[in-house]
């Protein structure tokens, strides 16, 4: 009898056995004849996991047909249990065995939500999938110049999805002077045209230190290249250098297709330092390896201006377990650097390493998420800072930036600050750049998770330590693959059982083998003697690898520990289990038996059920069986039945019940833990509840599973820990640097204050209305009708005044995240503008009389006054009101632009941070102001013509220069030099507000023009005589 009769016949004899009709067994789906051959993908993916991609290096147990990366037999099938459908790939990274074979590839596609997911293929040509190419990667360039000197240059590479730019990639160039390689720029969702007002938030996975100057790997391009541009996934690398050469940067930068609102990029980033770099001067910034750039640009007069938004929140996953949260300042006053978080608070990130700027629980969203922390051999550890600047703010344009960042572990508390990077320096890692434009922190943290739980399918994204070819190997995430074959005895079950309830439907007894690591299941396969295989869509047995024994067969397992399982019947019997650890290709034998139950029910001193309590069953270490207890307290557990375990239940960490069972037939047990609430108040050095979110943890040294246990808030610095086990805790409160440690006994101690040890010192300045700084003015603190030591202030909000003679000249409103420094313009009006008319006009007058003038050199000499009395007075001026009076003035002397608001509870102004371009503008003006007068004054002395002539020019080119120089900025601020309209206006301790305004030149520049007219006539009255003869010639 040959091999077709016997399987027909064994068919047979088992339809007969089941009293079933006999039918034919075709392949697993009618629709995939084509594709012979299948494998499954382990994946155990959820419903929340829908649109992730999955970049995955697969090794063919048959020969693959695959001529390149378009005409290939590859399919991907997804089982979401009513119905198999094909879904979109893409193949890449092809290792050929002939002209049209491979036996590997890497794969690409999306999840679809749970179900299984399946490998089609075959060893014979078909047609080539109709896929859309739904993303693209393009070389391109982008230019914009809106201001003079103030500049975009960028070349990089386009990234598109379905006709929208998603992100740019910075090669080289740069962003109003900020250098740009190995930036990827986020653009607003729905947008076709990448130009700077589609930007939303920026990363930069360039290295950067300050070497006496803020030196980083964007400022020079070495090379760069389109690896893989695919129809679900394009793949560039970039790489970078500083421009001494020091130090330079490989990025690979992956981007999978998201149909989802939710974006992702993947980057494998090396840095190294060619040679030694020593950090000088500015300390914090003392080798950073990625940060999120936020940028706020607010321009009433060129839309392009209007982009970027700073959100209120940092949230950082941290090494002590807990959600670190820290405000961002919406609207940044300092000039310099201000760092929210710097080396010397020494914040690290923990096990699940990420960090975000969000709107909180809801609301836009940005975060670096990270593979894992260890980036470098030479400090372990990501250490995370953060910082904030003003860069201009005049009416009408604002722009404000600053950023969270990972970099170097160079501090730790008590330690010394290491500032140099030697030479050979590596941090490597893979990051990806997540943004949400809705899902707030939550979002992030979900992402970070999903992240985590893919890394082992997500092989295809390459390291950049293996160039920019990709891993080119299954287990690229790390550790060998083997196989595992498990050999169940004494576990009867139906023949061919998987077979026939895939091809009738119905559910009929097996035996099935599950694969566990960590408590939690990888892999599942089904046991028999003879196993089928697919081919010409029809399933056949695969006699070669046929045996006498059941078993079931594990492919591509990781090394390391596992518990295999075995199941038996419809109901899955739990009836076999086995410790192993895989380090090679390996074989285990499982002897089976029956299944044992045990019954857990754990209540509180009240009888109540206790929720959430992990029960399982151990056996050397290694968990067998694990469940949680619901509402009522019960959990049920099951395992083989003839074999010694020990019954263990565990609630927040604790391990508060423990029996050995000999043996596991049918047990319950009930257990009664004393369970308490603890309640904790906090205050700070001022007696009043912290001014910043702080989350207060417990944890114990009894605890067996080391966990942190959160309180819940339920007024002002009060926090209960609901249902705490009796034990000694210690309660830590971290904010930044300041770290506070409590032991609790408790239950005795029920009621526990702590007080929350961190200050700050706050420094005021007070200028007057022309921003220049003035003494003898009393300055109060307040918080909560409290008054505070500016010398030693906690966090939080606090209201300042600021008193002349007891009048309130200044007021508003600080908030306080360490120690600061404040410029606070006041209405107290300087003098000296009034006592030098005086003198002007004094010495003018006394030059007069002792020289005994005529009219003509009073004239000329009224026009000197003039001159030098414009430099004393503003030259331009704008004035709005919408809640707030605002006023901006243009002094000559001193050089600056001044506006003041005065409003409800606001008394404040502020000093504008201009381009270079004013203070020239404004120096040349001064200059040629005090040229004109000179001459004047030297003409009434000494008689010359030519000295008149020069007197005019000088006169005139102030007016013109401050015309032409003034023009050119308010081009970008308020649109014009004289006119009216709506302005954004924004001042310190003042949420922005749109105000309608009108400006103009102011009394300065009158003056100086009625001089130079003054001059003008001089020159006409000193040449009169002369003009008939020049006529009359002409």
């Known amino acids: 009898m040959n091999g077709k009769s016997m399987e027909k016949a064994a068919l047979l004899l088992t339809f007969f056995a089941l009293l079933m009709p006999a039918f034919s067994m075709q392949g697993y789906a009618d629709s995939f004849s084509e594709f012979p051959f299948r494998q499954e993908i382990n994946i155990h993916a959820s419903d929340d996991m829908a649109y992730q991609p999955v970049d995955v290096t697969v090794h063919f147990s048959r020969s693959c047909w695959a001529e390149d990366e378009t005409h290939n037999s590859v399919r991907i099938v997804y089982d979401d249990g009513s119905e198999k459908k094909e879904i979109e790939c893409q193949v890449y990274n092809l290792h050929h065995t002939g002209s049209s074979y491979i036996d590997s590839c890497n794969i690409v596609f999306l999840l679809h939500g749970s179900g299984k997911y399946y490998i089609y293929y075959s060893d014979r040509k078909v047609d080539e999938p109709d896929y859309p190419d739904h993303v693209s990667v393009s070389d391109d360039f982008y230019y914009y ?25 910075g090669q080289q160039g740069n962003f109003f002077g900020i250098d740009m390689s190995q930036k990827v720029i986020k653009q607003l969702d729905g947008k076709r045209d990448f130009r700077i007002f589609n930007w939303g ?5 360039a290295m950067f230190w300050y070497g006496g100057r803020d030196e980083g790997t964007d400022e020079k391009l070495i090379s760069k290249e389109i690896i893989a541009d695919g129809n679900l996934m394009v793949r560039v690398g970039i790489k970078s250098m500083s421009s001494d050469g020091k130090m330079e940067t490989d990025g690979i930068y992956t981007y999978y297709y998201c149909p989802s609102k939710e974006k992702r990029i993947v980057a494998s980033i090396k840095h190294e330092a060619i040679e030694e770099c020593r950090v000088e001067g500015m300390e914090e910034d003392d080798g950073l390896y990625t940060y999120l750039l936020t940028v706020k640009s607010r321009s009433s007069s060129i839309p392009d201006l209007n982009m970027g938004y700073i959100p209120p929140y940092l949230h950082i996953n941290a090494e002590d377990g807990t959600v670190h949260e820290y405000n961002l300042d919406q609207n940044p006053e300092n000039t310099d650097y201000n760092w929210l978080i710097s080396a010397k608070d020494d914040i690290d990130l923990g096990s699940n390493p ?28 990501i250490q995370v800072a953060a910082t904030e600047k003003q860069e201009i703010n005049i009416p009408g344009l604002e722009v404000d930036g600053g950023g969270i960042s990972g970099g170097r572990n160079s501090y730790e508390a008590g330690g010394i600050h290491n500032l140099v990077m030697p030479k050979g320096f590596t941090a490597k890692f893979t990051a990806e750049f997540f943004s949400s434009p809705d899902g707030g922190m939550p979002a992030v943290k979900k992402e970070a998770e999903i992240f985590q739980s893919l890394i082992p399918f997500r092989d295809g994204i390459p390291s950049v330590k293996n160039g920019w070819g990709g891993s080119g190997e299954y287990g690229g995430a790390g550790g060998g693959r083997y196989s595992l074959t498990v050999f169940p005895h004494f576990a009867p079950s139906l023949p061919f059982a998987p077979a026939l309830s895939a091809v009738t439907g119905k559910m009929l007894p097996d035996v099935r083998v599950e694969l566990w690591r960590n408590d939690s299941m990888v892999s599942s396969a089904a046991c028999g003697r003879i196993p089928f295989t697919e081919e010409d869509g029809k399933i056949r047995f695969d006699w070669r690898n046929a045996s006498l024994m059941k078993k079931a067969l594990f492919r591509n397992v990781r090394e390391g520990r596992y518990i295999v399982k075995v199941f038996r019947g419809m109901r899955e019997k739990y009836v076999g289990a086995k410790s192993v650890y895989v380090d090679g290709d390996i074989s285990v034998h499982i002897p089976c038996g029956f299944e044992g139950k045990a019954y857990v029910k754990i209540s509180d001193q009240n009888g109540n059920g206790i929720d959430n309590v992990e029960v399982c069953l151990e056996k050397d270490g290694d968990i067998y069986s694990s469940n949680s207890t619901g509402e009522s307290g019960d959990a049920a557990l099951y395992a083989p039945m003839a074999s010694k375990y020990v019954l263990k239940a565990y609630y927040k960490g604790f391990e508060i019940y423990s029996e050995t069972l000999s043996f596991l037939s049918f047990v319950r047990r009930d257990a009664e833990i004393e369970l308490n609430d603890m309640v904790v108040h906090v205050t700070d050095s001022m007696g009043l509840p912290p001014g910043v979110k702080i989350s207060p943890v417990l944890t114990s040294r009894e605890m067996k599973r080391e966990m942190n246990i959160y309180g819940e808030e339920i007024s002002p610095g009060t926090y209960i820990f609901r249902e705490l086990p009796s034990a000694p805790y210690t309660l830590q409160i971290r904010y930044k640097s300041f770290d506070v440690k409590k032991d609790v006994d408790f239950p005795e101690e029920k009621n526990v204050e702590v007080m929350f040890p961190a200050v700050y010192s706050l420094g005021i300045r007070a200028l007057n209305s022309r921003g220049m700084e003035v003494k003898g003015i009393d300055i109060e603190v307040k918080r909560d009708g409290k008054d505070a030591d500016i010398t030693s202030i906690p966090p939080g909000r606090y209201e300042v005044l600021l008193m002349d003679n007891g009048k309130i000249v200044g007021e508003r409103e600080v908030f306080i995240t360490g120690d600061t420094e404040l410029d606070m313009v006041t209405l107290k009006k300087p003098s000296f503008p009034g006592i030098a008319s005086a003198a002007i006009i004094s010495i003018a007058l006394l030059f007069i009389f002792v020289r005994k003038m005529t009219p003509y050199e009073i004239f000329i000499i009224s026009g000197v006054v003039l001159l030098m009395l414009s430099t004393l007075y503003p030259w331009w001026h704008m004035e709005g009101n919408g809640g707030v009076d605002v006023s901006t003035n243009v002094y000559l002397i001193p050089a600056k632009m001044v506006t003041m608001g005065t409003g409800n509870g606001f008394i404040n102004g502020e000093v504008a941070s201009l381009p270079s371009l004013f203070s020239t503008m404004i120096l040349s003006v001064i200059a040629m102001l005090s040229l004109a007068s000179i001459s004047l004054l030297a003409f009434v002395v000494f008689r010359k013509k030519f000295v008149l002539l020069a007197a005019i020019a000088f006169s005139a080119l102030p007016v013109i220069t401050f015309s032409y120089g003034m023009s050119r900025i308010t081009d970008a601020t308020t649109g014009s030099f004289w006119g009216e309209g709506e302005l954004g206006i924004s001042l310190p ?3 922005e507000m749109v105000i309608h305004c009108n400006w103009h030149p102011s009394v300065g520049y009158y003056i100086a023009i009625l001089g130079a007219i003054i001059s003008l006539a001089s020159f006409i009255f000193a040449f009169r005589h002369s003009f008939p003869k020049v006529l009359k010639r002409l």
């Open 145 to 169: 110049e809106p201001i003079p000197g103030y500049r975009i240059s960028l070349d990089y590479y386009r990234i598109e999805q379905d006709g929208c730019t998603i992100y740019g990639i």
């Open 201 to 205: 938030q920026l990363a930069s996975f």
């Open 354 to 381: 990420w960090f975000s700027i969000d709107d909180g629980e809801k609301g836009k969203a940005y975060a670096i998420i990270f593979k894992n922390n260890t980036v470098s051999r030479y400090e372990e550890g």
């Open 989 to 991: 301790g003042m949420s």
